[in-house]
């Protein structure tokens, strides 16, 4: 599960040359992370970088890398967007110097979040002539930052590990790039029928790059199968010719520490990319969401960091995977790197295993329907491997576990982007979360961190605005439904950013949702997500109109507005809000003295209506209605990387000939056995099907 054995947080590196750590992006085995790797000079070096709350430092290449860009690319954009400003009644040349700074969120949940915040991205993008002409094109050009949890981090990580190109292409292909082809599911990418050959070539890949890290000595779980899977659709090694062969490493070997080489990065062209993972506490038995407590890591393509008061440190991602004590590795040579995947590091934000399982009655919801005993094996291995890291063989290490984002109920990635030193203006939600029965957002995602950062984040970051207090609020004023502008009116500038959030909401024109899918639905025919894609679109471009199902044709300036408005108190003198913002803010902005109404939004349909249900797998056709298709897609995807994992320990128990018998009986009991045993004839995984 869930649990990713990413390293510990002291552990560190050596100054190795370049050309030796970079590993070749030929075969699926170059996902495995290179070991024995000779460290940099601890005497001269430190892999890990501490500061205090009171006096936070960026990573120095962050630093230069969002600051080079304020005073270039973003510059030109911003006054690309505004123009002149005289159509929000603004004079732009006075704020030359102090454009806002911006950062944008991508929360988790799963395929949905992520076509959500692609869709959604486009509307904000200049490069998109309809959303450029709507005047809403152009945001996503401004933002210093963008942030990713699980499925969002999957939208960050494809738009970087294909040289960020414009959001259709990246989704739909192009002729040279490939697009998502999230018709394949996720899992089962040639169809129900695990036992295909292509299905058992696939999962033949994926085995291969796992045992090929475990050979390393390094602990693998579940989140390494899951990582190798995303890397099919979201990295940019596979197309629907080669999906099924050994014939590109899909996407083994690119690491989130190359993202400074991708073109894009060094043209100062992308935003800086974060994505965020909790840590479940070590030794805690956590199967279920987590506390706000324990530490919120992020990872940027320099480090894997935590601002939280009580870590306020970080480590060099290269040499993520190094186990350091007091920030030396055991040895000169024992460092490793390659450990950033970039499909483990999506992986990780994403793996939320430990939370799909009912711990409280030893079950997997809707799991009977597939005979009781089956279940038990499953949630027995499951429950095995989540609570009990440590009976994995090789982990003597202390290993640092990174599980999804969203474990400790924040699952928009706020985190980053409110850490004080980052001096942000400006937070863009690009709200996909599905948190209400019919999967839309409620506010429970900007709940919980306005919880963490009021109480255990007081020292460390900005605080977020005013927002209704419960999700019953949410509801009630209809600020899930709608574009809001929150923390429009602060009592002293720079008491709190503004938070732009742009929800996953009903079609304004009343049409039936098709954006509203379950966070397990693991595949799309491109004709849903085509029309997904258009209703997100239409919708992020579109604003509102009060009481009327028709787009709000000041929107594209009242976002614009919003966007500048900071700036106008960091000027001398001050200049006062323009009547056209003024009134742009009326309509957008909440306040909470005078709560807005979701009555003003008329005919929402809120009931997901499946646009291609020829579409549906013969899974989800036998187990019918929409509530079985969600427990079909979790059992499925849990079932087989279940039988994955199986079969690779089971093998890597085999294999080691100083295995004593007790621990093999400890790690198999029958049941896991004989799990084992049938998911390795299965795969017809046999040692010659081995990397040496
Ligand atoms: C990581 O450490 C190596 C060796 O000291 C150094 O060359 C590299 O610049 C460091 N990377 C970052 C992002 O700090
Ligand atoms: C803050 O940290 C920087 C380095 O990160 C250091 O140079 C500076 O002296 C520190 N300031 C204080 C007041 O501790
Ligand atoms: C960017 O501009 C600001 C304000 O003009 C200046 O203080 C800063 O040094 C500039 N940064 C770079 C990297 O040029
Ligand atoms: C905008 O401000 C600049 C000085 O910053 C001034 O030169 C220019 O005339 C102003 N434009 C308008 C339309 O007022
Ligand atoms: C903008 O995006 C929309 C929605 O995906 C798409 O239909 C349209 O073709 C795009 N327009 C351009 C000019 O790229
Ligand atoms: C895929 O992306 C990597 C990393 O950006 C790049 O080095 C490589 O050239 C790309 N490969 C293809 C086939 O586009
Ligand atoms: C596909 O999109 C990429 C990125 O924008 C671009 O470099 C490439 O030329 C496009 N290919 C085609 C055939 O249009
Ligand atoms: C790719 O290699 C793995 C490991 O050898 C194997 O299981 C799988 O069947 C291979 N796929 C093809 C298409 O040969
Ligand atoms: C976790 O579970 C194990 C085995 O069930 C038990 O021995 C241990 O005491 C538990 N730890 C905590 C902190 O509850
Ligand atoms: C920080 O540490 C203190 C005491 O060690 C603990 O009470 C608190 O919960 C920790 N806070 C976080 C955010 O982990
Ligand atoms: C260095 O440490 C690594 C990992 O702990 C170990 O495998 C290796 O044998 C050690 N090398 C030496 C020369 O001690
Ligand atoms: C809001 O979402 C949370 C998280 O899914 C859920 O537990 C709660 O019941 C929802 N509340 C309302 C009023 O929809």
Known sequence: MSTLFLLALGSVLRTVLAQDTLPSQQSVTDYAPSVNVECPDFSTTSLIRVFSPQNQSLHPEEA????????????????????????????????????????????????????????????????????????????????????????????????????????????????????WKLDLPLVSPDGDDVFSTDNQYFYGSILWSVISKANTGIDTSITDPWARMISYHFLNQSSRQDFFTNSTAHGAGQLWSDIPQIPAFQQKLTPFPLIVADSRPANSNSTTALSPDPIVYEISPFEIASYDPNLSAGMNLTYAGTHLTNGKADNGSACVTGFDQAGFIMGSSASLFNQIFDFAHNTLQGFNSFGSSDSNTLVYVLQRQLRSPDTFEDSAATWLQLIDGSSNGENVPYGPLFVRSRELDVIVTIEGSADDPNNWPNGTGPLATQSRLSTLLLSSHQQFPPIPQTAADWIATGVRQRATFFGCNPQTPGEYPMVIYLPNAPPINGDNPVANTATFDLSYPTEHTQIFFNQVFTNTISGFTPNANTPDPNFGKCLQCAAIDRARSKVTPTVDRSSICSQCFDQYCYDPANPPSQSELPNRKLIFVDPTPEGLSKIEGFLGDNKFKLVGAVIGLIAFIALLCGGLFWWKKRRDKQMQYTQVRNFHDDDTEGLARKSMNRYQLSDDAVPS
Do not use: H
């Open 64 to 179: 230069a890398y969002v600051s080079s860009r304020q005073n270039t690319t973003i510059k030109a954009a911003w006054n690309d967007w505004l123009g002149d400003g005289s159509a929000l009644g603004y004079n732009v040349s006075v704020f030359q110097q102090v454009f806002p700074k911006v950062g944008m969120a991508i929360p988790g949940g799963g395929l949905r979040a992520a076509q959500y915040g692609a869709a959604c991205l486009n509307g904000l993008d200049a490069r998109n002539g309809s959303a450029k002409a709507a005047g809403t094109g152009g945001l996503l050009q401004v933002a210093s930052y963008l942030t990713g949890l699980s499925g969002g981090s999957w939208v960050t990580g494809s738009l970087f590990f294909n040289n960020w190109p414009t959001i259709p292409e990246l989704v739909f292909g192009n002729g040279t790039l490939d697009g």
